[in-house]
């Protein structure tokens, strides 16, 4: 039987505008349109040059800044501003970002995209130390290792602190009077640089430039930190360079079709994964249709290279609540089709060829298998555009168990009757590697690759890998053998 899990869902997404009058306004707007990166809570933290004012709330954007929480955010010099989907730490108000911390020598916010993965161990030593923890959060860690420094500077106190923790991580770093902003060595996460007249805008992703209005200048570089200040800004090493491993899922899934990550627009990354895929795995059918929405560039890149027609043979509802309440077990294993309706008269009779972007814990494939046959189609085919997820993510993806994870666990064809398709095919990792298009060549193609083959790019404890006991001794055996990319 298929657990009855959600499917991938990342940590959070990250603003900064430094050097703007409405620095706190234009953080908001960057915040909704990385809403997609996380909706169970949301922050702003606002500096006027003298005190830093913070708001959060759990919930969507909109609803946590209404127009006098807005209005609570005093000054005009600079802010930072954090979406979160709770998979370190857990949920909860006081897990919420940015972080804000009062001392003595003044105060400091922390917004975090990412994972720290030897968290729990840092934790450990500083509570040893004297320490005490306010909130569950791996960010917290880092705000501690920041205090506890002797080094005079807080871009050199930073730059001690990162140089403590493991993982994938994009930090925002804001007082009464700096910025600083840092990616990890690999640049796990993607963080972009843009300029709004004078004013600097940073974001995690580049449409939230676009809304802002900002032009678009740079990809910041991973192991750099940067420093925005009054006299301008400054970027400089932290830690020695390490290789590019940016996270796979970002093109296949995360990021809007719109960003564009190292100068590689999304939705034509998906297109190109989505022609590989035909390539690897043709089938006769008279229509292709892609899961609303992450997977619709790749069922169109489908449709293009095996000149079958594409239709919008999925609808997805926009109006059912992050919460959606049903009260019985019969109405939750029909809840799908309040988020997602197949079009009859478009599947109807139809051998159908359905793209989807992963398949992580099969509940949802299986739904909406059942969708499209009850809605008339003849034969559905599923294609994914991304290789087997068999290991677990511990970089701010909630797959951190890999028993739960359905391709770690059963075969293709195992996955195929429990789902109830036609037919099933993935993408190869040699044709991911194609499709995004850094690099053909796997080993040089500067991407995370860890969930489909175990080959994690940051040290990961063993642990962390073998959580469950009935993973036995050959996992042990794989784990203790992971390589950088």
């Given at each position: 039987m298929l657990p009855e899990l959600k499917g991938l869902n990342e940590e959070c997404g990250v603003v900064a505008v430094w050097g703007h009058e409405q620095a706190a306004d234009l953080t908001y707007y960057g915040l909704h349109s990385l809403q997609h990166r996380g909706q169970e809570g949301a922050g702003i933290v606002s500096s006027d040059g003298f005190q830093l004012t913070g708001v959060k709330g759990e919930g969507l954007v909109s609803e946590v800044f209404r127009k006098d929480e807005l209005a609570k955010l005093v000054g005009h010099r600079a802010a930072i501003g954090h979406v979160r989907y709770a998979t370190a730490g857990g949920g909860g108000l006081e897990n919420v970002q940015p972080l804000l911390f009062h001392s003595q020598t003044g105060s400091l916010a922390l917004a975090h995209n990412g994972n720290l993965v030897n968290a729990d161990e840092k934790k450990a030593e500083l509570e040893q130390q004297g320490?005490?923890?306010?909130?569950?959060?791996?960010?917290?860690?880092?705000?501690?290792?920041?205090?506890?420094?002797?080094?005079?500077?807080?871009?050199?106190?930073?730059?001690?602190?990162?140089?403590q923790v493991d993982g994938a991580f994009a930090f925002l770093f804001l007082t009464e009077d700096e910025l600083h902003v840092a990616q990890d060595p690999y640049g796990l996460r993607p963080l972009s640089l843009g300029k709004l007249g004078d004013a600097y805008v940073i974001a995690s992703e580049t449409c939230a430039l676009d809304v802002m209005g900002a032009e678009f200048v740079k990809d910041l570089v991973p192991g750099e930190i940067t420093t925005i200040t009054a006299e301008g800004l400054r970027s400089e090493r932290y830690t020695?360079?390490?290789?590019?491993?940016?996270?796979?899922?970002?093109?296949v899934y995360f990021s809007r079709p719109d960003s564009n990550i190292d100068g590689i627009n999304v939705h034509t990354a998906r297109k190109q994964l989505g022609k590989e895929l035909y390539k690897e795995a043709?089938?006769?059918?008279?229509?292709?249709t892609g899961v609303p929405d992450s997977s619709i560039s790749a069922a169109i890149g489908y449709a293009e290279a095996s000149g079958i027609p594409y239709e919008m043979g999925l609808l997805k509802n926009r109006y059912v609540g992050r919460t959606f309440i049903q009260p019985s077990q019969s109405l939750r294993e029909e809840g799908v089709k309040m988020k997602l309706s197949a079009v009859r008269k478009v599947v109807e009779g139809k051998r159908v060829v359905m793209v989807d972007d992963s398949i992580v814990r099969g509940t949802t494939s299986r739904r909406i298998v059942r969708l499209l046959k009850e809605a008339g189609a003849t034969e559905v085919?599923?294609?994914?555009?991304?290789?087997?997820?068999?290991?677990?993510?511990?970089?701010?993806i909630d797959t951190s168990k890999q028993e739960e994870?359905?391709?770690?666990?059963?075969?293709?064809?195992?996955?195929?009757?429990l789902i109830g398709a036609d037919s099933l095919s993935y993408l190869s990792v040699e044709g991911l590697a194609k499709g995004i298009g850094r690099h053909e060549e796997v080993s040089k193609?500067?991407?995370c690759l860890a969930c489909f083959t175990g080959m994690y790019p940051t040290p990961v404890s063993l642990p962390l890998l073998t959580s469950r006991e009935e993973r036995g001794a050959a996992c042990q055996e794989r784990t203790q053998k992971l390589v950088s990319i």
């Open positions: 320490s005490i923890f306010q909130t569950s959060s791996d960010t917290e860690v880092v705000a501690h290792l920041i205090k506890r420094s002797r080094t005079s500077t807080l871009q050199g106190k930073i730059k001690e602190a990162l140089c020695k360079e390490a290789p590019r491993a940016m996270c796979s899922m970002e093109y043709p089938i006769e059918a008279d229509l292709v085919h599923v294609r994914i555009s991304s290789p087997p997820i068999t290991h677990p993510c511990f970089y701010g994870l359905i391709a770690a666990t059963h075969s293709v064809e195992e996955i195929l009757e193609c500067g991407q």
